[in-house]
């Protein structure tokens, strides 16, 4: 397809926006939110090649990371859930048990 | 028979394992010493065996070698575990297993009742087997293995009774000191395979084989080093000075033991290991100096110490290092045949002589402790006029003190004749000779003396022990008084073997027996020998009576002093008081080597443990490791505990990597 | 018209992607992002994909949005006006710009190089995009198909300990 360039440029630009998100919020369910839009950038890259090149091995591994991150959602919102019952909190900046 | 050689060392092996394993689940003291006893009786037939075969060959058809298995080849090294049996490691077998059958015997009897009994008895066979391994290997790593082997157990048996502390600094001793030695010896054995094989390509360590390329060897130069190194070794195993020391002190150990090793078999390694490798010892003039001065200076520096020492298995152990003094003269005089013949008579009656010795101090422990006395039991002070309760030890001790002393026909006579008169007439030291053999016959009029200074102390005049005890001395049982007596009998007529032509009465069978051994030794000495100065008949019995004329005189004395005026030895000490004090200290040697080496090592080892080790080595280890902490101290602050932190930095080295392959 | 079509699409999905790290309150961020799945359904759509499109829509915004919504809403988090960034955010803006710049020039020096494949769109449109799907992915993703259930019980079983156990 002609418009490839387009589909990888709003691609990389939702995958910057995810970073940023992901390094600067500090609520643990948004930041899990911008990690799903990283993943989503990358299904749209998978797409777009799968598309273009005529091969659909590409759109098998988009099948496979929503398989992969209905589970890291499942795990990661109890990991949440836990994290709350302990610190009446979801802010990563009360995560510093690792610290010096 | 030749070839059933390996049950030699065998028979005591697996007496030791037994003992070792077993002795102490069988605990039954009969049992013990029983198979103790019968392994080296075993080994002692064996020995008999092959002595008999090899009379029955032709001289020149006895010399057999018997590989038992491939031990190490490498590259051009090749050591195998084999024997060698000829005439020399016959006459050493049977002396080993001979002498030690009647020990193993005698110690069932003095050891009685003692803590550990078939600890001794294990250590007594593991002793015999290395002896046996020394004496029979035939190449120097074999006979190596023997020469540690019998160092272990000559420290094992010194510290039998480890619970005191001095038989334990003895028996350290006696190890550091053989340690010194041996590592004379490995360099020795390193330089001769090193200078063989890059000289001549024949890398060997084989008796044979060195044996046979032996023509290659220089006269000095290399060999001087190489055997000096080995007669390094041998002054540490044979006690010679400057390596005497730890031989007085290991009379800490129990008395068979002192018979065993310290006077048959384990000290007389180092003459076994000359007479082993004379072709190479002859072949420098300078060794051969150096081995005949410091024997008989060790004959006459022991034979003084031995007229001071009151304790009579002191007085026996001085003997031994003059007497092995006494070996080393006539090693270093090209006499290798008489050495072997003194290693071989003085086995008979220095085994005999502790051995006799032993059953006095067995007899003395048991009245003193039956009176419930502390007095030394080995102190001769305290015995006196023994020889009314102890008929059989004092013959055999009385016979065997006249063949040390030299007095004809008993064995010592011959071989100690033998030695002064090669001393006095071999072709290589020139106008030494005069000196060596001067030497030697005051050594010999000093041992006569201190010798029967001990019979006279111990067996005549009055008995000196607590009389309330006196009535409780006793002889010793059977089991102690039959070996006495089998090497009572040997002492007096050993020597006949040995006898020399000018008597004509025997053919010396001995010089004959081990003619192959040494015969190209001899043709090595020819080369640089003085022309062959012709001695009379005459002087030869002229001094033959001389030498038993000196011992004669020695034993006058010892009679004026201590049998007819015994107030003279006070006096004497009185008058002299310095000199008795330095006799009585032995010249204060131990001092001096505690001072020059002893303490020298002690300061250095406490500079490397309080300088060194503490400042330096801590030193490096803590100071890494603090590095290693100050950094870890402000980089830890990296690690902040916030997830983000961590986020950043992966995402900042993806960028960075990702960034630099694709603006490269 | 498709370009303009394109542009609205993505324009929406950019704008809904920034809310989604911009809005204080987590359920507004949510739908946000409930928004952006649903343009990249579109994309799908566009791409010859209607079969990724339904599941995306199925199991994205319909799974796992619902989980999370239901999981923001099961805590209460309150919004409070403490802060809602970390303080990190001129650095995580740059480094997030770094990637973009990094991928767009890396989009712009290289072509794509690879065996085109046997699907046309003519072909998606005749024989369904489902069916040839589901050809690949039961023929020669099998056993990956497989393994992904292994991976989802363990999911499940993971999750269920860790809200249940008391940590």
């Not at chain 3, 890396?106 to 046309?120: A, D, E, H, N």
């Not at chain 3, 023929?139 to 249940?164: D, M, Q, R, Y």
């Given at each position: 397809?002609?418009?490839?360039?387009?589909?990888?440029?709003?691609?990389a630009?939702?995958?910057?926006?995810?970073?940023?998100?992901?390094?600067?919020?500090?609520?643990?369910?948004?930041?899990?939110m911008?990690?799903?839009?990283?993943?989503?950038?990358?299904?749209?890259?998978?797409?777009?090649?799968?598309?273009?090149?005529?091969h659909?091995?590409?759109q098998?591994?988009?099948?496979f990371?929503m398989?992969?991150?209905?589970?890291?959602a499942?795990?990661?919102?109890?990991?949440?859930?836990?994290?709350?019952?302990?610190?009446?909190?979801?802010?990563?900046?009360?995560?510093?048990?690792?610290?010096? | 028979?030749?070839?059933?050689?390996?049950?030699?060392?065998?028979?005591?092996?697996?007496?030791?394992?037994?003992?070792?394993?077993?002795?102490?689940?069988?605990?039954?003291e009969?049992?013990?010493?029983?198979?103790?006893?019968?392994?080296?009786?075993?080994?002692?037939?064996?020995?008999?065996?092959?002595?008999?075969?090899?009379?029955?060959?032709?001289?020149?058809?006895?010399?057999?070698?018997?590989?038992?298995?491939?031990?190490?080849?490498?590259?051009?090294?090749?050591?195998?575990?084999?024997?060698?049996?000829?005439?020399?490691?016959?006459?050493?077998?049977?002396?080993?297993?001979?002498?030690?059958?009647?020990?193993h015997?005698?110690?069932?009897?003095?050891?009685?009742?003692?803590?550990?009994?078939?600890?001794?008895?294990?250590?007594?066979?593991?002793?015999?087997?290395?002896?046996?391994?020394?004496?029979?290997?035939?190449?120097?790593?074999?006979?190596?293995?023997?020469?540690?082997?019998?160092?272990?157990?000559?420290?094992?048996?010194i510290?039998?009774?480890?619970?005191?502390?001095?038989?334990?600094?003895a028996?350290?001793?006696?190890?550091?000191?053989?340690?010194?030695?041996?590592?004379?010896?490995?360099?020795?054995?390193?330089?001769?395979?090193?200078?063989?094989?890059?000289?001549?390509?024949?890398?060997?360590?084989?008796?044979?084989?060195?044996?046979?390329?032996?023509?290659?060897?220089?006269?000095?130069?290399v060999?001087?080093?190489?055997?000096?190194?080995?007669?390094?070794?041998?002054?540490?195993?044979?006690?010679?000075?400057?390596?005497?020391?730890?031989?007085?002190d290991?009379?800490?150990?129990?008395?068979?033991?002192?018979?065993?090793?310290?006077?048959?078999?384990?000290?007389?390694?180092?003459?076994?290991?000359?007479g082993?490798?004379?072709?190479?010892?002859?072949?420098?003039?300078?060794?051969?100096?150096?081995?005949?001065?410091?024997?008989?200076?060790?004959?006459?520096?022991?034979?003084?110490?031995?007229?001071?020492?009151?304790?009579?298995?002191?007085?026996?152990?001085?003997?031994?290092?003059?007497?092995?003094?006494?070996?080393?003269?006539?090693?270093?005089?090209?006499a290798?045949?008489?050495?072997?013949?003194?290693?071989?008579?003085?086995?008979?009656?220095?085994?005999?002589?502790?051995?006799?010795?032993?059953?006095?101090?067995?007899s003395?422990?048991?009245?003193?402790?039956?009176?419930?006395?502390?007095?030394?039991?080995?102190?001769?002070?305290?015995?006196?006029?023994?020889?009314?309760?102890?008929?059989?030890?004092?013959?055999?001790?009385?016979?065997?003190?006249?063949?040390?002393?030299?007095?004809?026909?008993?064995?010592?006579?011959?071989?100690?004749?033998?030695?002064?008169?090669?001393a006095?007439?071999?072709?290589?030291?020139?106008?030494l000779?005069i000196?060596?053999?001067?030497?030697?016959?005051?050594?010999?009029?000093f041992?006569?003396?201190?010798?029967?200074?001990?019979v006279?102390?111990?067996?005549?005049?009055?008995?000196?022990?607590?009389?309330?005890?006196?009535?409780?001395?006793?002889?010793?049982?059977?089991?102690?008084?039959?070996?006495?007596?089998?090497?009572?009998?040997?002492?007096?007529?050993?020597?006949?073997?040995?006898?020399?032509?000018?008597?004509?009465?025997?053919?010396?069978?001995?010089?004959?027996?081990?003619?192959?051994?040494?015969?190209?030794?001899?043709?090595?000495?020819?080369?640089?020998?003085?022309?062959?100065?012709h001695?009379?008949?005459?002087?030869?019995?002229?001094?033959?009576?001389?030498?038993?004329?000196?011992?004669?005189?020695?034993?006058?004395?010892?009679?004026?002093?201590?049998?007819?005026?015994?107030g003279?030895?006070?006096?004497?000490?009185?008058?002299?008081?310095?000199?008795?004090?330095?006799?009585?200290?032995?010249?204060y040697?131990?001092?001096?080597?505690?001072?020059?080496?002893?303490?020298?090592?002690?300061?250095?080892?406490?500079?490397?443990?309080?300088?060194?080790d503490?400042?330096?080595?801590?030193?490096?280890?803590?100071?890494?490791?603090?590095?290693?902490?100050?950094?870890?101290?402000?980089?830890?602050?990296?690690?902040?505990?916030?997830?983000?932190?961590?986020?950043?930095?992966?995402?900042l080295?993806?960028?960075?990597?990702?960034?630099?392959?694709?603006?490269? | 018209?498709?370009?303009l079509f394109?542009?609205?699409?993505?324009?929406?999905?950019?704008?809904?992607?920034?809310?989604?790290?911009?809005?204080?309150?987590?359920?507004?961020?949510?739908?946000?992002?409930?928004?952006?799945?649903?343009?990249?359904?579109?994309?799908?759509?566009?791409?010859?994909?209607?079969?990724?499109?339904?599941?995306?829509?199925?199991?994205?915004?319909?799974?796992?949005?619902?989980?999370?919504?239901?999981t923001?809403?099961?805590?209460?988090?309150?919004?409070?006006?403490?802060?809602?960034?970390?303080h990190k955010?001129?650095?995580?803006?740059?480094?997030?710009?770094f990637?973009?710049?990094n991928?767009?020039?890396?989009?712009?020096?290289?072509?794509?190089?690879?065996?085109?494949?046997?699907?046309?769109?003519?072909?998606?449109k005749?024989?369904?995009?489902?069916?040839?799907?589901?050809?690949?992915?039961f023929?020669?993703?099998?056993?990956?198909?497989?393994?992904?259930?292994?991976?989802?019980?363990?999911?499940?079983?993971?999750?269920?300990?860790?809200?249940?156990?008391?940590?």
């Open positions: 397809m002609e418009n490839l360039t387009g589909y990888l440029v709003v691609s630009i939702l995958f910057a926006i995810g970073t940023i998100g992901v390094l600067t919020r500090k609520n643990a369910i948004v930041i899990f911008c990690i799903e839009l990283m993943l989503n950038a990358v299904n749209l890259t998978f797409v777009a090649f799968s598309r273009h090149l005529g659909f091995d590409g098998i591994f988009v099948l990371i398989v992969v991150a209905a589970a890291e499942a795990v990661g919102l109890a990991l949440m859930i836990a994290f709350y019952k302990n610190k009446e909190s979801i802010d990563v900046d009360n995560v510093d048990m690792m610290k010096w | 028979m030749f070839d059933n050689v390996w049950l030699i060392p065998l028979f005591p092996l697996i007496g030791f394992l037994i003992n070792g394993f077993f002795g102490k689940k069988i605990k039954n009969a049992v013990i010493g029983g198979i103790g006893t019968l392994m080296i009786f075993m080994s002692f037939i064996v020995s008999c065996g092959i002595l008999m075969q090899m009379i029955g060959l032709p001289p020149e058809q006895r010399v057999f070698e018997k590989v038992i298995f491939p031990w190490i080849h490498s590259g051009n090294f090749k050591a195998d575990m084999a024997f060698l049996v000829d005439p020399l490691s016959a006459v050493m077998i049977m002396v080993v297993t001979g002498v030690g059958s009647l020990i015997l005698y110690s069932i009897g003095y050891m009685h009742g003692e803590e550990g009994f078939y600890r001794f008895f294990a250590y007594l066979n593991l002793f015999c087997m290395s002896m046996l391994l020394l004496v029979l290997g035939n190449n120097m790593l074999v006979m190596f293995i023997g020469w540690e082997g019998v160092g272990l157990c000559s420290y094992l048996l510290g039998y009774y480890f619970h005191k502390k001095s038989a334990g600094d028996a350290k001793k006696a190890f550091v000191m053989n340690r010194v030695g041996d590592f004379g010896f490995l360099i020795g054995l390193f330089t001769l395979y090193w200078w063989f094989g890059s000289n001549h390509n024949i890398w060997t360590i084989n008796f044979t084989e060195i044996k046979a390329a032996s023509h290659l060897l220089p006269y000095g130069g060999v001087t080093v190489a055997t000096l190194c080995f007669f390094l070794g041998a002054t540490g195993k044979s006690a010679q000075i400057p390596l005497f020391t730890w031989l007085p290991a009379m800490e150990g129990p008395t068979p033991v002192s018979a065993l090793i310290h006077a048959a078999t384990m000290v007389t390694a180092g003459v076994y290991m000359i082993r490798m004379s072709f190479v010892f002859i072949k420098s003039p300078d060794t051969m100096m150096v081995v005949a001065v410091i024997g008989a200076a060790t004959a006459i520096f022991a034979a003084t110490i031995g007229t001071a020492q009151n304790d009579i298995k002191r007085v026996l152990a001085y003997s031994t290092v003059s007497q092995l003094g006494f070996m080393f003269l006539a090693m270093g005089v090209g290798f045949w008489a050495g072997i013949f003194h290693l071989m008579t003085h086995a008979f009656f220095k085994a005999c002589m502790f051995l006799g010795s032993g059953s006095v101090i067995h003395m422990h048991h009245a003193l402790h039956h009176g419930h006395l502390h007095d030394d039991p080995q102190d001769m002070r305290n015995m006196g006029g023994l020889r009314k309760v102890m008929p059989i030890t004092f013959i055999t001790f009385f016979v065997s003190t006249l063949a040390i002393a030299g007095i004809f026909p008993f064995s010592g006579f011959f071989s100690k004749d033998e030695i002064l008169w090669k006095f007439s071999n072709p290589y030291h020139g106008s000779n000196i060596l053999w001067g030497t030697g016959a005051i050594a010999a009029c041992t006569a003396f201190y010798m029967f200074r001990l006279f102390m111990t067996f005549f005049g009055e008995c000196r022990i607590n009389p309330k005890v006196k009535s409780h001395l006793h002889e010793s049982p059977l089991v102690i008084t039959i070996p006495l007596m089998v090497l009572g009998v040997l002492a007096t007529i050993g020597g006949f073997i040995g006898m020399p032509k000018l008597m004509g009465a025997l053919p010396n069978y001995l010089e004959h027996w081990l003619d192959p051994v040494f015969e190209l030794a001899n043709e090595f000495g020819a080369t640089y020998a003085h022309a062959g100065e001695h009379s008949h005459a002087l030869e019995w002229g001094l033959m009576g001389l030498s038993v004329a000196i011992a004669v005189v020695g034993i006058m004395i010892a009679l004026t002093l201590y049998v007819k005026n015994t003279a030895p006070a006096r004497f000490t009185e008058t002299f008081p310095a000199l008795y004090r330095a006799v009585y200290n032995k010249w040697v131990d001092e001096l080597y505690d001072f020059l080496f002893v303490n020298p090592c002690k300061a250095f080892g406490q500079f490397l443990w309080k300088g060194f503490v400042i330096v080595v801590d030193g490096v280890v803590n100071g890494v490791a603090n590095v290693v902490m100050g950094f870890s101290g402000i980089f830890r602050y990296m690690q902040s505990g916030y997830i983000y932190n961590y986020a950043f930095s992966m995402a080295g993806v960028v960075v990597i990702l960034g630099y392959y694709i603006f490269k | 018209m498709e370009t394109f542009a609205i699409i993505s324009l929406m999905a950019i704008v809904s992607a920034i809310l989604v790290i911009t809005c204080k309150n987590p359920i507004n961020s949510a739908l946000a992002l409930i928004m952006t799945f649903f343009c990249l359904a579109t994309y799908y759509v566009m791409l010859d994909a209607p079969f990724m499109a339904a599941v995306q829509v199925m199991v994205y915004a319909g799974a796992i949005m619902v989980l999370i919504v239901f923001i809403m099961l805590l209460n988090i309150r919004v409070n006006a403490t802060q809602k960034h970390s955010i001129a650095l995580g803006s740059i480094i997030g710009l990637t973009l710049i991928t767009v020039v890396l989009l712009f020096k290289s072509q794509p190089s690879s065996p085109v494949g046997p699907y046309t769109g003519e072909m998606i005749s024989l369904g995009h489902s069916e040839l799907l589901g050809r690949d992915m023929t020669t993703f099998l056993l990956p198909f497989e393994i992904t259930s292994i991976l989802l019980l363990v999911a499940i079983v993971g999750s269920v300990v860790l809200a249940k156990k008391k940590i």
